[in-house]
């Protein structure tokens, strides 16, 4: 590539160093190509027009810095918000593998206003900025490192985008500077991700309306102080940020940890003359335990160091946070230090400062906080550890000559520790301060610092590392490679599409992210006691007298009570994807505003989790959806609704996926619910809705309302549906019905369900089949309380035939929790219906009150093969009979001819005794041609349980006797039957 010669203008504001080939060519060159090449070091501010920029070397631009005299501050400085670097009519911009680029940067075509996207930008080295990275191009390939940092934006628009084996960084390096600090004598400011929560200081405890405290007592309650992780601090008023009202406040704070022995603490001592007068006693209690980090590399450390002020100390408590960084690739740690200088400070100089950057909070200036360890760093080396060893009689001696402490005095406050936020900074005495910006100060993620954005028709992210502190948006077209090596960020915005047959956003969104984040509650205190020190003196005359003396004993506690969290949730703010195929997420992460999946099919395998304040996701989430699998949790505070505008083909809930949202509805043409998946509904109730509803598989439903299930032909084989247990009240006043709208067939498939109601079971339906005779239905009703039950089976009389494709019940259980109550068991239509049940199980009133509680119509029938009372308090013959022969008795019949009542000829045909004790029993049956029967076994003909031990299949063209394989019976008793499924 030819080189031209250096051209350079002078410039009114900054000193521009050109060494090497780096060059300016006028904009009056006309009709030839214009390169500008750097093989060497640039540093300044240079104007560039050239159409091809290349950078081999170093290359730095420097930014100003604006001074100017504030009455009240003196000299104060302040960064110019200037505008990004950017070369003029440059169209191809390229920074080889040995090119290090430092500052802000606009890498775009620019024109005389305005600015279009470049041809081509090509990064293989190193791109570093202060504020601003920006990147516009047809052709973007960053194969090398874009590194915005934390304080700065990366923004990244072009046609086609790869990111092949490249880094890209906008968020926290270790050299970060936090800035804040105290300056003058009654101000300070914040490092950066310090929020003020309350603050005080005060004199016993108590502070008064004009803020001088009054009141009496201990300050600090050290009368169960034996140990270091059992003491709390009295009562102390505290002004809150925010409310600015007075509240009471105790450390360690009750809302996070209310077992206060079990809070796991350190202990520093640093103490002067123990023996003597003018004793000084110095302790810092600071927490050690925090939650255990998803990554177990993750962690932090915590320390407490002394720094020597004449005969008192100053305590520094440091906590460290280790996490592994993706972009570094390496672990790296950032620093909080606490600095308290309580008992250095004179008491009359103890007050509160004011905060520059929000001046309606404070913070007692005897506190110091530091969030950037070159700072802290020739205090903390020069500070020693304590210097004493811990003992219970450290602040309970028994030569203690008080037990009122005197000159009680405190200082509480508390800070927030966050991530970084939007700020802008100005230099006071050389202090670089953090001011919140007022355009930004919504806190939005897109406003806040640490943010990067990725717009690209196609878009390669293959092998790629990217980290955003705070907020990361992709818009791509086409997405290739859409499993970076990695990707770290605490809030996404996503809008995806592919023309593939599956668009899978899989190790796009990261789980859980490290953050330095939590609360720190600090509090610090002085008192005044005395030590008892007798002395014995002898006269001349020998005469022994003892003089009691009383030296001084000063006391400085410091707590630090500091909840840390390792691991936050990632949050999607939006996500939107598109595909004309199938859309599958494999990420879990938190909703926190709008989800579209635009596909016909769409897999659900990740958690997602959906914060307060979410839409309802119905139809409008899914536009041309047709399936919908969810194999994971998918758990949301508004509702779920799907089917309801749009016919849908199948919905798949399975995998132990766990759906939950305040209100439910599902509909579509084929519904599954298997491999023990469970819904449930925090506010209102559930409905589903389909052609072939198969809720099976030891599935779970567990509504808090009213529950409707409408199908053609309905399978609960293996399902637990309760509407009991979730309601968190025994017998509440506000019941939930069931109800079952069947079109033609409901039945349990030889499994069983377990049905609990609150309020009664509606069956609706004519003509159905299928039988829940391995089913058992609890009804649960309320005292004074008219619980109504509908059932749809016809009345086919007292035969044991009519057990069979009836709707016929394994178990029904009435518990009622007492009388006055009333239960009504009625048809769904005219004519006679009947409930045929094989175990009738009474409980509650019910039993104690069998004769008053039920309601039956004259065309209604209760058949029971068995009834159970729960404390024996009834008979059979007690029910058989009753409310003018409305329940009605059929027995089992225990022959071989019927074998418990199936109405199929059965016989035994061998029967065998073993040594052991053991038998074995085979059976036979006269079989019908194609027709599948089940043999099923009990050992209590009373329990209304039967187990499935075997099949018969008549696989010929006519009626057949055949066998079964033998059976072991291992118990005294056994009763087997045979029915036609």
Request: charged share 15%.
């Amino acid at each position: 590539m030819p080189k031209s010669h250096n051209c350079m203008k002078p410039l009114s504001l900054f000193a521009a160093l050109v060494i090497g080939t780096g060059i300016f060519l006028p904009s009056g060159s006309q009709g030839q190509s214009i390169n500008y090449v750097n093989d060497n070091v640039v540093i300044g501010r240079p104007e560039i027009v050239a159409d091809t920029f290349s950078n081999l070397g170093y290359f730095e631009i420097a930014n100003a810095t604006n001074v100017f005299n504030d009455p009240d501050f003196g000299s104060i400085g302040s960064t110019e918000d200037m505008p990004p670097f950017a070369p003029f009519g440059t169209t191809h911009f390229t920074n080889g593998p040995s090119g290090r680029m430092i500052g802000d940067f606009r890498f775009a075509t620019k024109n005389e206003t305005t600015f279009e996207p470049a041809e081509h930008f090509l990064n293989d080295g190193l791109i570093e900025s202060f504020n601003h990275l920006l990147i516009s191009a047809d052709l973007i390939e960053n194969h090398g490192v874009l590194n915005a940092g934390s304080s700065s934006r990366l923004e990244i628009r072009g046609n086609t985008v790869d990111f092949t084996f490249g880094k890209l960084n906008a968020s926290q390096s270790e050299d970060f500077i936090f800035g804040g600090g105290a300056f003058g004598l009654t101000n300070y400011a914040n490092p950066i991700g310090i929020r003020d929560r309350y603050w005080a200081v005060g004199t016993n405890q108590v502070l008064a309306g004009d803020g001088t405290g009054q009141g009496t007592g201990r300050v600090f309650d050290h009368s169960n102080y034996l140990i270091p992780t059992n003491f709390l601090t009295a009562p102390h008023d505290v002004v809150f940020a925010g409310t600015l009202q007075t509240n009471t406040v105790l450390l360690p704070t009750p809302f996070f940890a209310p077992d206060f022995t079990a809070a796991d603490f350190g202990v520093s001592v640093q103490t002067n003359a123990l023996e003597g007068t003018n004793a000084i006693i110095q302790l810092v209690y600071f927490r050690t335990n925090f939650p255990q980090a998803v990554d177990t590399n993750t962690s932090i450390n915590a320390e407490t160091r002394w720094v020597g002020v004449n005969d008192f100390s100053f305590p520094i408590v440091n906590y460290q946070y280790n996490s592994f960084n993706n972009f570094e690739d390496d672990f790296t740690s950032q620093d909080l230090f606490i600095f308290d200088r309580f008992q250095v400070v004179e008491g009359t100089n103890r007050f509160l400062l004011t905060n520059f950057s929000e001046p309606v909070n404070s913070r007692p200036n005897t506190y110091d906080i530091i969030r950037d360890r070159s700072t802290a760093e020739p205090v903390w080396d020069s500070a020693v550890a304590g210097n004493t060893t811990f003992t219970n009689t450290l602040l309970i001696n028994p030569s203690l000559a008080a037990t009122v402490v005197s000159n009680s005095v405190y200082a509480a406050y508390s800070f927030e520790l966050t991530p970084p936020e939007p700020t802008r900074f100005i230099f006071i005495g050389g202090i670089r301060i953090p001011v919140s910006d007022p355009v930004s100060d919504s806190r939005h993620p897109t406003n806040m610092v640490g943010r990067m954005l990725i717009e690209a028709e196609t878009l390669d992210l293959t092998a790629s590392r990217i980290r955003a502190e705070n907020y990361l948006k992709i818009q791509a077209d086409k997405v290739i490679g859409s499993s970076p090596a990695s990707v770290d960020s605490l809030r996404y915005d996503l809008t995806l599409s592919n023309d593939e047959d599956v668009l899978s956003i899989t190790n796009l969104v990261r789980d859980t992210v490290s953050r330095f984040s939590g609360q720190v509650g600090l509090y610090t205190t002085t008192w005044t006691n005395q030590i008892t020190q007798l002395s014995t003196n002898v006269d001349e005359a020998g005469t022994e007298t003892i003089t009691t003396n009383f030296a001084d004993a000063y006391y400085h506690v410091f707590v630090v009570d500091p909840i840390f969290q390792t691991d936050q949730n990632s949050e999607i703010m939006q996500l939107t994807a598109t595909n004309g195929k199938k859309i599958q997420i494999g990420d879990n992460f938190v909703l926190n505003e709008n989800i579209t999946l635009d596909a016909p099919e769409v897999e659900l395998y990740g958690r997602i989790t959906g914060r307060r304040g979410v839409p309802l996701i119905d139809d409008l989430a899914f536009p041309s959806l047709q399936k919908i699998g969810i194999f994971n949790t998918l758990s949301l505070v508004d509702g779920l609704r799907l089917g309801q505008n749009r016919d849908l083909t199948s919905i798949t809930i399975g995998g132990a996926a766990a759906v939950s949202a305040s209100s439910m509805s599902l509909k579509a043409e084929t519904l599954e619910l298997k491999e023990a998946a469970t819904l449930s509904t925090s506010f209102a109730g559930i409905s589903i809705e389909g052609n072939t509803l198969n809720l099976t598989d030891g599935s779970t439903i567990t509504p808090l309302g009213v529950t409707i299930i409408t199908g053609q032909d309905i399978n609960i084989g293996g399902l637990t549906l309760d509407t009991f247990s979730s309601i968190m009240d025994d017998f509440p006043d506000v019941v939930l019905p069931l109800t079952i709208n069947v079109g033609s067939t409901l039945h349990d498939d030889g499994i069983g369900a377990m049905i609990t109601t609150s309020a009664g079971i509606h069956v609706n339906g004519s003509g159905l089949q299928g039988d829940l005779s391995f089913s058992t239905i609890t009804s649960m009703i309320p005292k004074f309380r008219q619980t109504i039950h509908s059932w749809p089976a016809m009345d086919n009389g007292a035969s044991a035939s009519a057990f069979n494709n009836n709707l016929a019940v394994g178990t029904f259980e009435f518990n009622v929790a007492g009388a006055p109550s009333r239960v009504i068991i009625r048809g769904t239509s005219e004519g006679n219906h009947a409930l045929y049940v094989n175990n009738l199980v009474l409980s509650g009133a019910a039993e104690t009150s069998f004769a008053e509680v039920f309601s039956i119509p004259d065309n209604f029938r209760i058949y029971f093969q068995n009834v159970t009372s729960a404390n024996g308090l009834l008979m059979l013959e007690d029910v058989n009979g009753a409310y003018d022969g409305k329940f009605v008795h059929v027995p089992v019949v225990a022959d071989d001819q019927t074998a418990g009542g199936s109405g199929i000829p059965v016989s035994i045909v061998t029967e065998t005794l073993a040594a052991d004790g053991s038998q074995s029993v085979t059976l036979q049956v006269q079989a019908q041609p194609g027709v599948t029967y089940i043999i099923e076994q009990t050992t209590d003909l009373s329990s209304g349980i039967w187990t499935p031990v075997g099949t018969i299949i008549n696989q010929g063209s006519t009626t057949a006797s055949l066998s079964s394989q033998p059976f072991t019976v291992d118990t005294d008793q056994a009763f087997f039957r045979i029915r036609g499924n």
